[in-house]
């Protein structure tokens, strides 16, 4: 069975700071990879996804995260962060194999972004 | 709004008591999943839904638990004989289908607090 490790609970930085998350993932076929958002108040959404080809994804709100096969990682990463990027954000990944495409979650990562 | 619909958003319930959440997918979404978030984790799978078939239960949804889908559009959970570890958030996930391409759109959640 899949597992996602997530390392850092609380992130608190300064806006303009860069962010990186670390998502670790423990399954040894193919997997699809995606990070989620929660911000304060609202639903899950789906900030972006890995299922195949450049390993480098970008996705909403200038956030971006690169799929190292290696190191089994999938780190979100965003250069300057705002104000509006409090949130909890969550790793999560499925298997073609695993039925119903469920979802695996990491534990979240609290973001703090001082104005 | 159009998206994943959530009834009620809380519910206040004393240990013993039964309790049933609902859940309205996305119109014509045939995949329907439920998770279930507590506090300072990420979501983790109960059981879901293809169409009105229930294909999958985690083993995490004990005998207490029962969910259906009816037919094939909106789903309820029942917790029968609550107990204070039942206290999270319930979340409901739907997809237009399976594989790689369907993302998983979440509702609100609906908090339980079992006292």
């Known amino acids: 069975a899949q597992s996602v490790s997530q390392h850092n609970h609380h992130v608190i930085l300064s806006e303009a700071a860069s962010l990186e998350l670390g998502c670790n993932y423990s399954y040894g076929g193919t997997v699809n990879l995606f990070w989620y958002v929660q911000y304060p108040g609202q639903h899950l959404q789906l900030l972006l996804k890995?299922?195949?080809?450049?390993?480098l994804v970008k996705g909403i709100k200038g956030f971006e995260a690169e799929f190292i096969k290696s190191k089994f990682s999938f780190n979100l990463r965003k250069p300057s962060v705002q104000w509006s990027d409090t949130a909890e954000y969550f790793c999560a990944v499925n298997t073609i194999k695993a039925a119903g495409n469920k979802l695996t979650f990491g534990g979240g990562t609290r973001v703090l972004v001082k104005p | 709004d159009t998206g994943v619909s959530q009834d009620p958003r809380h519910k206040i319930t004393k240990r013993g008591q039964n309790v049933t959440f609902r859940c309205d997918p996305i119109s014509e979404h045939n995949r329907l999943y439920w998770y279930r978030q507590t506090l300072g984790q990420g979501p983790e799978f109960l059981t879901y839904?293809?169409?009105?078939?229930?294909?999958?239960k985690s083993r995490l949804l004990s005998d207490r638990f029962s969910a259906e889908r009816p037919k094939g559009s909106f789903s309820t959970l029942e917790i029968q004989r609550t107990e204070q570890g039942d206290s999270a958030m319930y979340l409901c996930a739907s997809s237009l289908g399976w594989g790689r391409s369907y993302e998983q759109y979440f509702g609100p959640g609906t908090r339980l607090t079992v006292t």
């Open positions: 890995y299922f195949s080809g450049d390993p």
């Open positions: 839904f293809q169409n009105e078939a229930q294909l999958e």
